[in-house]
């Protein structure tokens, strides 16, 4: 989202309501995901959606429905995404200077990437929080 931003992308997020902050701090326009999804951002978006970045579970048909077919869209974690001819994690092409580009700007604190270190006993827990799909940012574990 935030290298989307960056480069002069509007860009439509959505969450809980309780989470909209988190889309509105970097810049995006927030709406609340569930029944009804493409017709919220249709209102925020009158004259259509360019490309769709789908980053969990059941949106698909909706991105379908917005960009009117399959093209410009990916999903990295949805697996319906195969029988809709939908590429899942995107390009094989990678670029390694792409991936420099972008930890320089981590470390120039331009891009934020909310990191939480917890203890490796903790494994099954944090694990079963990250497959509610509701936590934000990475999580490491350490050996201590």
Do not use: C, W
Request: proline share 6%; net charge neutral.
């Amino acid at each position: 989202m935030q290298l989307a931003i960056e480069r002069g992308a509007t860009v439509i997020g959505t969450a809980s309501e309780g989470n909209h902050n988190h889309l509105h701090d970097p810049g995006a326009t927030a709406v609340t995901y569930g029944p009804g999804l493409a017709d919220r951002v249709r209102a925020e978006a009158p004259n259509g959606v360019d490309a769709v970045f789908d980053l969990g579970q059941g949106g698909l048909p909706d991105a379908i429905d917005l960009r009117g077919g399959t093209s410009r869209i990916i999903t990295i974690s949805d697996m319906s995404a195969y029988q809709l001819g939908i590429p899942l994690f995107g390009s094989n092409e990678r670029d390694p200077s792409a991936l420099a580009a972008v930890a320089q700007r981590v470390a120039e604190g331009r891009l934020t990437l909310p990191v939480r270190a917890f203890p490796l006993a903790d494994a099954a827990a944090i694990h079963k929080l990250v497959e509610t799909g509701h936590n934000r940012g990475k999580r490491v574990f350490t050996a201590r």
